[in-house]
Every structure is written in C-alpha cells, then in structure tokens.
C-alpha cells in the first residue's frame, strides 16, 4: 500500500503529532508513506523512512515589516482564488511525477492543504480521506486559523470574508471526499452535513511516549502545558478564585504548593494579567514549552494536571477537546477541567471518570485539598484510570480505526 499524505507544517510545541503517529504508524505495517507538507524548522519531526517534500510558502522567515507586508499580500490574493493551493500544487507536481499510490490523505486545523489534496486526488483517481482536526465552526476566535492580524480599518470584514471563502472551499473538498475523520462528536455531526461518511478519531495520546510513573515531589504541583490564546477560549479564573480563598484560609501556601505554567510568550502575557487580580502571583511559576522527550516526564511529576475550556456561559464554542487532554489521560494523572460546560469534553471527563470537571469555586476548593491531602501523605497522587479505558484513547487505537476505514473503501 502506498499513500500519499499532505499536511501542515510541523510546527512547536506538539509538530503535528497526529500526522507523525499517522505516519508511523503505516510505515510500521509495511506500507509506503510519502508527505507533502509546509517547510518549518521542525522538519527533523518527519518520521524515518517517510519520503517527503517541504515546500516554502513564505519567504521572509522574520516577524519585521517585509515579512508582513509578504502575509498582507498573500492573504489578500488567497480572497481572490486559491493562491497557497495553487501555489503548493506547482511545487509538487514535478516531486509526484511517476510516482503511484493507492489513497491521497489530508490532515488540516482548517482550510490548507484540503484543495491541493482534492486536486490531486481528482487528477490521480485516487480515493480522498480527508481529516480535519479543527474547524472553523468551533469558534469565533480567530487566533487558531489566521497567523497575523489584517489592517484594523477594514480587519473584521476581511476576516469574515475570509472564513466564508474558505468555508466553501472546505465544503467542496469534504464533498468528494471517499471517508472523513474529525476529532469530537460535536466535530462529526457538524461535518456529516457535508459528508455522511465522517468518523470520529479522538486527538489520543502516543502509548509509546505518554506512560504513567510513579514520581515523588517536594511541591504539590498543578501543571498547565500548551496554549492560553484568550480567557474567553481557555479560562483558569476558577481555580484562581479557589486558590484564593485557600490561601486566605490558611490550607494551602507557596511553601508547599506551585503551579507550573509552561506556555509560550503570549499565554504568559494573558495569565499574568488575571493572576495580579487574585494576588497569588507567589504560587505562579512560568516555563516555556517542554521538548516532546520530556513532556511525559514532567506530567508524571505533576499532582495534578490542568485542562482548560472556555466560558461555561458562553455557547460559541464547541467540541474542543485539546490534544494535551489526552496526553494526560495517558500519564493517567488526576485531571482538574474548568469549567464545566456540558460540551462533549465534559462528557467525557464524566463518562470515564478519568478527572474532575467542574464550575464551583467549592467544588473545585474540595477537589484541591483531597488531591492535597493526597500528596502530604504518598508524596505523590495517583490516577482511577483501568488500562483499558486509558489504552482506549491512544493514538494506535485511532489508527486502527483510520486503517479500518481506508481498508474498507479501497480493498
């Protein structure tokens, strides 16, 4: 079997890990992977013995003006026509030909490399399995699909330009598509409006990586590792609240207690912004990204680790369940999500009883000194999760799956 894969670039902190599990995962059955992806830095994240192209969309790698002034222009012209698609299918053209392969399968967070894919596929006559892994509905929060911002002035009409053209292009693909994958339940009911032949595959967790372990701390530990674009996206003030009103009462000090940030620059900026209105900035320790042959380790070192949603009151968002999530029901530790927003996360969460989701400061506050109080006595805390159910939610698991499907359309 020989597949053809176009994606993104592998870009930090997690370099696309689906797309690499994906991707080893069929080498290890035998078969051959070739990937067309967008060239980053992280290039050495591309699994041995996959042959690949990379391709430079942008030429000014710096943040400074030109650099801009090269989105700006882009930008613009992908409103006109498919420019990036256009753009990556000449540059592959040359790298594809003569090469044979049984299925084209593309992995997007939104619209790119979906049309390059389809195109391909059409030309090829080749089955399309496209997997989308965020899409546009989800939010209104445009930081997770537009990398810069358009001029103020006439930036909202752009944006909203912008997502209605690609909403179509997304749409036409999905349409010819042979089978689809998405990431929540929400995500597939969403999608099957525009293919009935879409299937559920969770974000999961690598099982060779993400491995539980036994680790004793000086520090009761809440860790948060990943992205915090907004509060209205991802909101800790409830466990702030709680950690207050702990403090004040006495039950739980910097001296014993820590939460560990590690997050990139600008979630830096917005956490520190809304812990100066709880006055615990001494509990806060902030770190940058961890390596992906470290993250497990730290995980395992944690008391508890931190998954969070958006606004329970605010029904914009949906069906966002962040790879990190898995990650850590795959170091099976106890996992504290706020708040609660009766979406398909905290269905979850309840279902498996793998943490504890919740919207009350009192709640939370209890949940707190249990795992506390579990910590002053083992040193450490432990997960509930069976092997079963954890084993459940990992990559391979999702795999299977995606090699069921395939299987199933092109034997």
């Not at 430079?56 to 222009?73: F, L, P, R, S």
């Not at 593309?106 to 399995?129: D, G, H, R, Y």
């Not at 209105?277 to 730290?298: C, G, K, R, T």
Request: charged share 25%.
């Amino acid at each position: 079997m020989h597949i053809l894969i176009f994606a993104e670039a592998f870009l930090p902190p997690a370099h696309l890990p689906r797309v690499r599990y994906f991707c080893s995962y069929f080498i290890k059955k035998g078969w051959n992977v070739t990937l067309i992806c967008e060239s980053s830095e992280s290039e050495k994240y591309i699994p041995e013995n996959v042959s690949f192209l990379t391709i430079d969309y942008y030429k000014n790698k710096t943040n400074g003006i030109i650099a801009k002034i090269e989105w700006i222009e882009k930008f613009v012209f992908n409103l006109f026509y498919d420019y990036k698609g256009s753009f990556f299918y000449k540059k592959s053209k040359k790298f594809l030909h003569n090469k044979k392969f049984d299925l084209v399968f593309c992995s997007s967070s939104f619209t790119f490399p979906l049309t390059i894919a389809e195109k391909v596929a059409t030309e090829m006559n080749l089955p399309l399995f496209i997997d989308l892994r965020d899409i546009i509905e989800q939010s209104p929060d445009d930081n997770h699909y537009i990398s810069n911002k358009p001029p103020k002035l006439i930036g909202n009409i752009l944006i909203q330009l912008y997502k209605s053209i690609n909403l179509k292009r997304r749409n036409k693909a999905l349409e010819k598509a042979t089978g689809v994958t998405t990431v929540s339940p929400w995500h597939v009911q969403t999608l099957s409006k525009y293919n009935s032949a879409t299937h559920l595959i969770y974000n999961g967790f690598d099982e060779a990586q993400f491995i539980p372990e036994e680790k004793i701390t000086d520090h009761f530990t809440i860790s948060y590792f990943g992205r915090v674009y907004n509060e209205e996206i991802r909101n800790p003030r409830l466990l702030f609240k709680a950690l207050s009103e702990l403090k004040q009462k006495g039950e739980l000090s910097e001296r014993d207690t820590v939460i560990k940030w590690y997050i990139d620059e600008h979630s830096k900026i917005v956490i520190k912004k809304i812990v100066a209105e709880y006055s615990i900035q001494e509990f806060m320790e902030y770190h940058n990204f961890v390596p992906l042959d470290q993250l497990a380790s730290e995980m395992n070192k944690s008391s508890i680790l931190l998954t969070l949603s958006n606004v329970s009151s605010n029904k914009k968002y949906f069906g966002i369940m962040t790879t990190k999530f898995f990650e850590s029901i795959g170091t099976n530790r106890p996992i504290l999500c706020i708040p609660d927003n009766n979406d398909d996360l905290s269905k979850l969460i309840k279902e498996t009883n793998c943490g504890f989701i919740s919207s009350e400061v009192s709640e939370i506050e209890t949940f707190l000194l249990s795992k506390f109080s579990e910590w002053k006595k083992n040193g450490q805390t432990s997960g509930i999760l069976s092997e079963s159910v954890r084993l459940n939610f990992s990559r391979k698991k999702g795999a299977e799956i995606l090699e069921a499907i395939f299987k199933k359309n092109i034997d």
